[in-house]
């Protein structure tokens, strides 16, 4: 004689309620090995090192960054500059006069390059070169009515170190 439903006896059923049963999956489920345990592990210590290294090349790349570059900036400075004029020049045709701000010791040297750009773009408008020992070597500002344009390495070189560290560019 049978009195009434015998509730699931699996282990991994439990009952839920008096004619019901809900696979619990949490139930025989096997533990985590030592070689489980293990392997974790490791990846959790090769996971900290690799942020380690991160950091490490940041810091390498930061350093560059500040102490490196100006040294290079300034044996490269002619150069530089020389490239900032003649990308703006080709857009300065229409201006009256323009204002040339350069490093005292650059000024003399990129004059015959402002000459040669002048007359190949057929500028017909009044330049100044005016030295400015507040400017680095490589580094120059032109200046016009109603506008100008500035080639700054250290707000370049600023800008490049929070890029690469992630920090906010303000």
């Known amino acids: 004689m049978m009195t009434g439903r015998r ?3 699996f282990d991994n059923f439990v009952a839920a309620g008096e004619n019901a049963a809900v ?3 949490s139930v025989n489920r096997p533990q985590k090995t030592e070689a489980r345990q293990i392997a ?13 290294e991160k950091n490490n090349n940041l810091k390498l790349i930061r350093m560059i960054l500040q102490q490196l570059s100006p040294l290079l900036l300034e044996k490269q400075s002619l150069e530089i500059v020389s490239r900032f004029v003649a990308e703006h020049f ?8 323009l204002d040339f701000y350069f490093h005292p010791d650059t000024v003399y040297q990129v004059r015959p390059l402002v000459e040669q750009l002048a007359s190949e773009n057929g500028f017909a408008g009044q ?10 070597r490589c580094d120059c500002r032109i ?3 109603g506008g ?3 080639s700054d390495s250290r707000e370049k070189i600023r800008r490049l170190t929070a890029m690469l ?6």
Not at 127 to 136: G, M
């Open 90 to 97: 080709p857009a300065l045709g229409d201006k009256k006069v």
């Open 23 to 25: 696979l619990d999956l």
């Open 165 to 170: 560290t992630g920090e906010e560019d303000e």
């Open 7 to 9: 509730p699931f006896e």
């Open 40 to 52: 974790e592990n490791i990846i959790t210590r090769l996971d900290l090192l690799l942020d380690e």
């Open 148 to 150: 100008g344009a500035v």
């Open 127 to 136: 330049i100044f070169l005016h030295r400015d020992a507040s400017l680095p």
């Open 143 to 145: 200046r016009w009515q």
